[in-house]
């Protein structure tokens, strides 16, 4: 066999399916980053429930907010419904960007980790959907 037909035979990545991937990768990352944090909600370690108190919130909705933050994790993930998913992950981590403003916790660390959480999400939805992509593209 020639090295010419050996390049042939190996289809070439098209920028289209490095975007996508690039895409799921951000997305599979801000997913694991929310699916522990809800699952360690869940679980409600005393660790867990002593921040809830330092955030001003009853440790008693510690389940709860878990329980929200996975059903919006999990509307996130089908792909049908990841339009709806970004949007409602988008309001819960605004909650805790406003909960960390006024327990006054540093700007880089805590208050903004949301935000850049938020990014990875919406970034990760834009390289992956091109419906998207679509709707922000420039029209001619």
Do not use: Q
């Not at 809800?38 to 867990?48: D, Q, S």
């Not at 955030?55 to 993930?77: E, K």
């Not at 909960?99 to 949301?114: A, E, G, I, M, Q």
């Amino acid at each position: 066999m020639t090295t010419s037909a050996l390049v042939s035979e190996r289809p070439m990545e098209t920028p289209a399916t490095k975007t996508s991937w690039t895409g799921r990768i951000l997305s599979g990352l801000a997913v694991a980053f929310l699916l522990f944090d809800a699952f360690i909600k869940l679980m409600a370690p005393p660790e867990v429930l002593a921040a809830h108190d330092t955030l001003g919130f009853p440790p008693s909705l510690a389940r709860g907010l878990g329980t929200l933050l996975l059903t919006c994790v999990m509307t996130y993930v089908i792909p049908r419904t990841s339009f709806l998913g970004a949007i409602l992950l988008t309001g819960y981590l605004g909650g805790a960007v406003a909960t960390h403003v006024r327990v006054d916790n540093p700007l880089f660390s805590h208050v903004l980790f949301p935000v850049y959480v938020a990014a990875f999400i919406w970034g990760g939805l834009y390289l992956r959907d091109a419906r998207l992509r679509e709707l922000f593209l420039p029209r001619r």
